[in-house]
C-alpha cells in the first residue's frame, strides 16, 4: 500500500521503528521545556551511564575483534580490576601480595586518607595488574584455541567467568570492599532552593561521577581511535578479518591476541570501578552485583555491533539513555511496568533495533551460505 511513496523505501520493521522513535522524540523536547533542570539532571545522568557502559562495551569490542569471539568473563574481570584497586587504597598493599603499597604513605591527606594523586597512582598500578591478568588468561586459556572451534572458546571465557566470579565472592560476600574514591557521591548543584533543613527543592543535582565517567570514555575511545591506525591496529583489524591469512602474511596472532586481552581487561576493570557510582549504584566499593556490569552492557554491545568501537560508543550512550530516561519519566506506571522495568528496556530497545540492523548499527554483515 506504500509502495510508491516515500514510506515505500523503507521496510516494515524500519517504519516500526520510526513509529516509535519519533513521538518519543517530541515527548523529550516537550519535558526540557516544561522542567528544563530535571531534564538537564537526566541527561548528565543518561550520559554518566552511557559511558560506563560504553567503557565496558568498548572492552568487549576489542577482545571479538582480535577472536571473533563474545568474552563472557567481562564481568568478572571487570569486578577482579575493582578489586585490585580496593586492595592499593583501601587495605594499602600491592594486589596479592602482602607487600606495603609504597604510594599509600608518599600519597597521604591531611585527614590520613589517600590524596587525588596517591588515589590516581594506585588506580594505575591496580589498572596494571588488571592487564596482567588479562595476559595471563590468554596465555594460559586462549592462545592454545588459535584456529580451533569459537564456540569452544567461547565456552572456555565462561568457564572463566564463574572460576574469577567465585574468587571475587569470596573476597565481598562477607564485606564490601571500599574504593575510596575521592569524589565519593558528592556533586554540584544547578538552580533550586535552600530549605532551613539544609534541603533543597527543584533544581538538578549532578554528580561527579557522572562527569568523570564520561572524560574517562572519551580518552579511551580517542586512544582505541589512534591504536587501529598504528602498525598493531592495523594487524589487528587483518587477525580479526582472517587469523589464517594474518599468520600467512607474518602477523603474530598470539601477540594480538595478547593485546587485545590486556586491553580489554584494563578497560572492563575501569568499567568495574565506574560501577561502584552513581548512577549505576551508590555504594563506593565492590559487592556481589558488581559483576553484572557486564551484562548490563551487553545490549550496548549488540546494538553498535560486535566488532565496531564506534558503535560501542553509540550503543552505550543509547542504551544509557534508554535506561535513564524510562526511569525518569515513566516512573509514575510502575504499578503497570513493575520496579525493575528500567532494566529491561535497554533488551527492548535492542531487539527493536536488531529487528532493522541484525548485525548492529555498525556491525559487519556477514552472508553465510546453507
Known amino acids: 500500500m506504500l509502495k510508491g511513496t516515500p514510506l515505500g523505501r523503507f521496510s516494515p520493521a524500519t517504519l516500526f521503528l520510526i513509529g516509535i522513535l519519533v513521538p518519543l522524540g517530541l515527548f523529550l523536547i516537550v519535558q526540557a521545556f516544561n522542567e528544563p533542570l530535571l531534564f538537564l539532571q537526566t541527561f548528565l545522568r543518561a550520559l554518566g551511564l552511557g559511558a560506563v557502559y560504553a567503557i565496558i562495551a568498548l572492552g568487549f569490542v576489542l577482545i571479538f575483534k ?19 584497586v580496593s586492595f592499593m587504597v583501601n587495605d594499602e598493599h600491592i594486589p596479592l601480595t602482602t607487600i606495603d603499597n609504597p604510594l599509600a604513605e608518599w600519597g597521604r591527606a591531611a585527614d590520613g586518607g589517600l590524596s587525588w594523586y596517591g588515589w590516581a597512582f594506585s588506580v594505575a598500578i591496580a589498572l596494571i595488574f588488571a592487564g596482567l591478568l588479562g595476559l595471563l588468561i590468554e596465555r594460559l586459556a586462549i592462545r592454545p ?41 558528592d556533586g554540584f548543584r544547578i538552580g533550586g532552593t535552600e530549605l532551613e533543613n539544609g534541603l533543597y527543592e527543584g533544581g538538578a543535582f549532578i554528580n561527579w561521577s557522572y562527569l568523570a565517567a564520561m572524560a574517562t570514555a572519551a580518552a579511551a575511545f580517542i586512544a582505541v581511535y589512534f591504536f587501529y591506525r598504528s602498525k598493531t591496529g592495523i594487524a589487528m583489524r587483518a587477525v580479526a578479518f582472517d587469523q589464517e591469512a594474518a599468520m600467512a602474511q607474518g602477523i603474530n596472532v598470539g601477540r594480538v591476541f595478547a593485546i587485545a586481552w590486556g586491553a580489554g ?3 572492563a576493570a575501569i568499567g568495574g570501578i565506574f560501577a561502584t557510582q552513581p548512577p549505576v549504584t551508590s555504594t563506593g566499593a565492590v559487592e556481589p552485583t558488581t559483576a553484572n556490569i557486564a551484562f548490563r552492557a551487553l545490549p550496548a554491545v549488540i546494538l553498535g555491533g560486535l566488532d565496531s568501537a564506534t558503535g560501542a560508543l553509540l550503543g552505550g550512550l543509547i542504551i544509557g539513555s534508554a535506561e535513564v530516561f524510562s526511569g525518569q519519566y515513566a516512573s509514575g506506571e510502575v504499578d503497570i511496568l513493575g520496579a525493575g522495568y528500567p532494566l529491561i528496556v ?13 548485525y548492529g548499527l555498525f556491525g559487519t554483515p556477514e552472508i553465510r551460505r546453507v
Not at 149 to 177: M, Y
Open 346 to 358: 535497554p533488551y527492548v530497545v535492542m531487539v527493536l533495533a536488531l529487528l532493522v540492523k541484525p
Open 265 to 267: 581487561a584494563i578497560l
Open 145 to 185: 584455541m588459535i584456529g580451533e572451534p569459537l564456540f569452544s572458546v567461547a565456552v572456555i571465557t565462561l568457564g572463566l567467568e564463574i572460576i574469577l566470579r567465585v574468587f571475587n565472592l569470596d573476597t565481598v560476600k562477607v564485606e564490601f570492599r571500599s574504593l575510596q574514591i575521592p569524589w565519593g557521591n
Open 66 to 84: 582480535a577472536t571473533q569471539t563474545v568474552n563472557f568473563a567481562q564481568g568478572a574481570l571487570a569486578v577482579g580490576g575493582a578489586l585490585f
